[in-house]
């Protein structure tokens, strides 16, 4: 499709087998979002006439298996990456009077879109924390190599069997969107790191560990960036205020929960003043770990990404893939705006002569923790 780059693209309803030379060659662009607090998608179109094979992906991807599932990987400088792992969801013909001005267009989204079909309410769990039930929840979608990594809440409380027990609440991605809100962690699908295997991550938003390559702007021969602008916002940030009653004098004691956690170091050397008290009056009800687990996960959500970044790159200039949940550096934007930030979204984009990515980034404030930002 370009030079230095190889697309693979594996298709089919079980274990996704290497598309045929001719739907390769039918092939005319790919779209390829991640994002960290939204499910990952993808679309391919076609070019199509009435006696091309895709007819029979349209026929069998139209009713005649449950799923059919695409893996795209691009190999860039002999390393390959994962880019998508996921289920088709939708098709759509848009017809031509000439040959080749067909078009099949093939929509889709990641793995989770197979666990948000079918309503398992009632489901008990007695005893099992959390963590022990989201681990339970992923082991049934082993058959697309989903591999669980699930880190528990620092405060969890196991329910005990006689005094209540959990159970299911809508479909398995829900209830585990549910329990990820509630200790403020996230779930995601993250494809990879070889084509059939996946990762399926519950825990906390983790802005730490290896650094892509820098994204450079306004540094001549250097810069590799397309465009890349910042914005400020400091009106969000909040302190959640939990009640642990003392059990004694039926006294509630005010808590202060800052938002600091060993997996989201601050990136920003001044993040933004607190502007408003969050009063969660209800946790005077609650054990006091169940009251700390509250509060952290409202601590969480309340850390406000005051700098934000969106910009575009071209893949080849870059030199890398550039990819969604990690860390990048970024140089050349002046000292309020270098240093660390946590990629929050990319889209890739690519066809014929072309791969180009836009991207989001955020961190908690202004002016880079880090002296010197890795190139």
Do not use: C
Request: hydrophobic share 45%; proline share 10%; aromatic share 6%.
């Amino acid at each position: 499709m370009l030079k230095g780059i190889h697309l693979t693209l594996l298709v089919g309803p079980g274990v996704p087998v290497p598309a045929p030379k001719p739907v390769m060659d039918a092939l005319e662009s790919i779209e390829v979002t991640t994002a960290a607090d939204s499910p990952s998608g993808f679309q391919l179109s076609f070019a199509i006439d009435s006696r091309s094979p895709l007819h029979t992906l349209l026929l069998i991807a139209g009713g005649q298996v449950p799923w059919l599932r695409v893996i795209l990987v691009a190999t860039l400088n002999s390393l390959p990456t994962v880019l998508m792992d996921g289920l088709i969801t939708r098709q759509e013909i848009s017809g031509g009077n000439e040959p080749g001005q067909g078009r099949l267009t093939i929509t889709g989204e990641d793995l989770t879109v197979a666990m948000d079909k079918q309503d398992m309410s009632g489901l008990p769990y007695p005893a099992m924390p959390p963590a022990a039930r989201v681990a339970l929840i992923v082991a049934r979608y082993g058959l697309y190599g989903m591999l669980p990594v699930i880190i528990p809440s620092v405060f969890e409380d196991v329910p005990i069997p006689v005094d209540r027990i959990p159970t299911h609440e809508g479909t398995d991605l829900a209830y585990t969107r549910q329990l990820a809100r509630e200790a403020g962690h996230v779930f995601y699908i993250e494809p990879g790191p070889l084509p059939g295997a996946n990762i399926a991550y519950w825990g906390p938003e983790i802005r730490l560990g290896p650094v892509q390559p820098a994204l450079n702007t306004g540094m001549d021969v250097h810069t590799n960036v397309d465009s890349l602008s910042f914005a400020v916002n400091q009106s969000d940030a909040e302190l959640p205020i939990v009640f642990i009653q003392n059990p004694i004098t039926k006294f509630p004691i005010p808590l202060p929960v800052p938002d600091v956690s060993l997996a989201n170091p601050p990136l920003g050397l001044i993040p933004p003043m607190v502007k408003s008290l969050k009063l969660m009056k209800e946790t005077a009800k609650l054990s006091p770990i169940a009251a700390l687990g509250k509060g952290l996960a409202a601590a969480a959500g309340s850390s406000a990404d005051a700098v934000t970044g969106n910009g575009s790159l071209d893949v080849l200039r870059y030199g890398h893939i550039l990819k969604a949940r990690q860390l990048v550096g970024v140089r050349g934007a002046g000292m309020a705006f270098d240093g660390l930030y946590y990629v929050k979204r990319v889209s890739s984009s690519l066809k014929a002569g072309e791969f180009k990515q836009a991207f989001s980034l955020a961190r908690n404030g202004l002016v880079s923790t880090l002296p010197l930002v890795p190139a």
